[in-house]
């Protein structure tokens, strides 16, 4: 069975540009998270959906940052405009029936703001 | 608030050794989640296991045990003969109860069998 599936798995860019981090959940899963990993802050929740619907969009960072769940199968994380603050390994995860349920990583996009 | 420390940055032991990573958590929910998760060299978390609040049945799974008690908050992970393939960063997570339903990550334990 196909796991997460992340895409791309590295990013270079140059501050200011816009950066759109991809996700395919593992299917039928009803549960979509996005993370960020950093040295200094760890792994935090950015996002979770839940049927497509954004249910706690709390650890978003700021407004430079927005995600999406247009169907069950694709979410995008877009950062306009990127800083080198940015750069972090960002995880998309999924899973099914509930948060209380085990979640299942994608491999990670590691992403460099220059 | 919720909270979850894993005072062990780094350990290093000798492949067939004994190694146990601790994880001591905070809440006041009386119903909430815990878990370990792995992240291998190649980046990914891997699950390795879910215990609930009601459940303080130790577990075991081949080599890899873990010991929950709630009187001292503490949610440990020994693995026994360890290998080579056991190296990595090793996560704890503390999912509260309902109404509050992000999980929160320990800063992890990088575990280092050398060889």
């Known amino acids: 069975d196909a796991g997460v599936i992340q895409s791309p798995r590295h990013e270079v860019t140059e501050m200011g540009q816009e950066v759109t981090l991809r996700c395919k959940p593992i299917?039928?899963?009803?549960?979509l998270f996005w993370y960020r990993q950093t040295m200094m802050r760890g792994l935090e929740l950015l996002i979770y959906?839940?049927?497509?619907?954004?249910?706690?969009d709390s650890g978003m960072p700021e407004d430079r940052f927005s995600a999406k769940m247009p169907n069950a199968s694709f979410s995008t994380l877009k950062i306009q405009p990127s800083e080198p603050r940015d750069s972090a390994v960002y995880f998309c995860?999924?899973?099914?029936?509930?948060?209380?349920?085990?979640?299942?990583f994608g491999d990670g996009t590691r992403l460099s703001i220059l | 608030a919720q909270k979850v420390t894993q005072a062990q940055t780094e350990i290093s032991v000798v492949e067939k050794e004994d190694v146990t990573l601790d994880c001591v958590y905070e809440?006041?929910?009386?119903?909430?989640?815990l878990f370990w998760y792995k992240q291998p060299p190649s980046g990914e978390l891997v699950f390795l296991i879910r215990?609930?609040?009601?459940?303080?049945q130790n577990e075991i799974s081949g080599r890899y045990s873990w010991n929950f008690q709630k009187s001292t908050s503490s949610f440990n992970f020994t693995i026994t003969a360890s290998q080579v393939v056991d190296s990595a960063v090793y996560f704890c997570?503390?999912?509260?109860?309902?109404?509050?339903?992000?999980?929160?990550f320990g800063t992890g334990t990088r575990l280092t069998i050398i060889p």
């Open positions: 809440t006041r929910d009386t119903t909430y989640y």
């Open positions: 299917s039928g899963h009803d549960y």
């Open positions: 215990r609930n609040s009601f459940d303080e």
């Open positions: 997570a503390l999912l509260p109860g309902f109404g509050n339903e992000k999980l929160t």
């Open positions: 995860a999924s899973t099914l029936g509930g948060v209380w349920q085990p979640q299942h």
């Open positions: 959906f839940n049927n497509n619907v954004p249910i706690d």
